[in-house]
């Protein structure tokens, strides 16, 4: 695995390149021209420049997070094959700049969804929550403004303004989209990209929905094993695969991460590894990375990583806000550097105590 950072670029992120080398063994970041709309065509000349700016300060770019993908691909609607010829241009100009990663979601009109943004701890930090009952009290169209409001002033990934500004009309898109036409246009798409993907060598990371059942009635499908093992028998191209993030299949108790990692062994080609702290089955929050804070047992899930070959890149997902940072909610530098600190001695404990293991087999 190679441990690397989330990092929004130099105009929208609080955290530097230059904060992000000095954290020990992040040696990559995961990136994304954060200023582009969904259908716009990513041009060699801006990847060139993103990448030049992220080798200058001694690091590479480890994969993409997001290539997001247009509602009219997500809803199947004519023009779809227009916008899938666009995303096709972009993998290609990723591909010809020697990028391989692609993370991307397929969730209908809102993307990860929280109802609060800064829950306060007794510890005095805050941390991104969610509950159910919230959700069911407010209307879609004012989760918007709810979700800015706490936002420190950052555009979150998957709230651009641009895109909310039509919610009423993004809900009368998928009026007729249930759960089984989501799979279909999934499909559809992943079949018309996989040639580029095989061409350049491309994996695709599809991120699973957060939380991952249904909110304001649209349908999700990445929610469980059962529907990403569907998603990859639909199109069966080793570059179809998955993000996997612990906190985002987490949400649903019944998802047993450690098992879901080996059912996807070769097929996780991301992956975020974060913590959730339940109160109750609808009401979390996410605490720090280390297990005792949470509910997840961290050691578990690294070490299934771990015994399932996984050498793809992993990053410490989101992280409280401490020490007096003021950053985008979730994605501040000091918790998560301490999270990739915290995930890099899982890791080499879980791998050293492995070689011990094989040694002494080989030594008896
Ligand atoms: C939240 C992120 C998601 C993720 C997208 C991928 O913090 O994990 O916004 O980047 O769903 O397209």
Not at 161 to 190: G, Q, S, T, V, W
Request: hydrophobic content about 35%.
């Amino acid at each position: 695995m190679e441990m690397t950072f989330r990092w929004y670029g130099s105009k929208a992120d609080t955290v530097t390149l230059e904060q992000i080398r000095q954290i020990p063994g992040v040696t990559g970041v995961i990136t994304t021209l954060y200023d582009t709309q969904p259908g716009e065509v990513w041009s060699r000349e801006r990847i060139r420049g993103m990448k030049r700016e992220v080798e200058e300060a001694g690091l590479h770019i480890a994969g993409i997070e997001s290539v997001n993908v247009h509602d009219a691909i997500k809803t199947g609607a004519p023009e779809r094959d227009d916008y899938i010829d666009r995303y096709i241009e972009t993998l290609e100009n990723l591909g010809k700049e020697d990028i391989h990663l692609v993370c991307y979601n397929f969730m209908p009109v809102f993307d990860w969804t929280r109802t609060e943004l800064a829950r306060r701890r007794p510890d005095g930090s805050t941390v991104l929550a969610y509950t159910q009952e919230a959700i069911d009290a407010i209307r879609s169209e004012e989760m918007f403004a709810a979700i800015t409001a706490d936002a420190n002033g950052s555009v979150l990934p998957g709230w651009e303004p641009e895109r909310m500004e039509h919610i009423r009309e993004l809900f009368a898109m998928y009026r007729d989209i249930d759960e089984e036409k989501l799979f279909e246009n999934l499909a559809y798409f992943l079949r018309r990209i996989m040639p580029v993907c095989d061409e350049y060598g491309i994996n695709m990371a599809i991120h699973p929905d957060d939380p991952a059942w249904s909110v304001f009635g649209l349908p999700r499908i990445i929610t469980n094993q059962e529907n990403i093992l569907r998603m990859m028998r639909m199109v069966d191209n080793p570059h179809n695969g998955v993000t996997f993030c612990s906190g985002s299949y987490g949400t649903n108790l019944e998802n047993d991460l450690p098992g879901m990692i080996r059912a996807l062994k070769g097929r996780i080609h991301f992956a975020h590894v974060r913590n959730l702290k339940f109160h109750s089955p609808t009401n979390f929050e996410e605490s720090a990375h280390l297990s005792s804070d949470g509910s997840f047992d961290m050691y578990e899930i690294m070490r299934a990583l771990y015994e399932t070959g996984f050498d793809g890149p992993i990053r410490p997902d989101h992280g409280r806000m401490i020490w007096g940072e003021t950053a985008m909610p979730g994605y501040g530098l000091y918790d998560r550097a301490l999270g990739a600190a915290y995930l890099n001695g899982l890791w080499e404990a879980i791998e050293k105590a492995a070689r011990r293991e094989r040694g002494e087999a080989e030594r008896s």
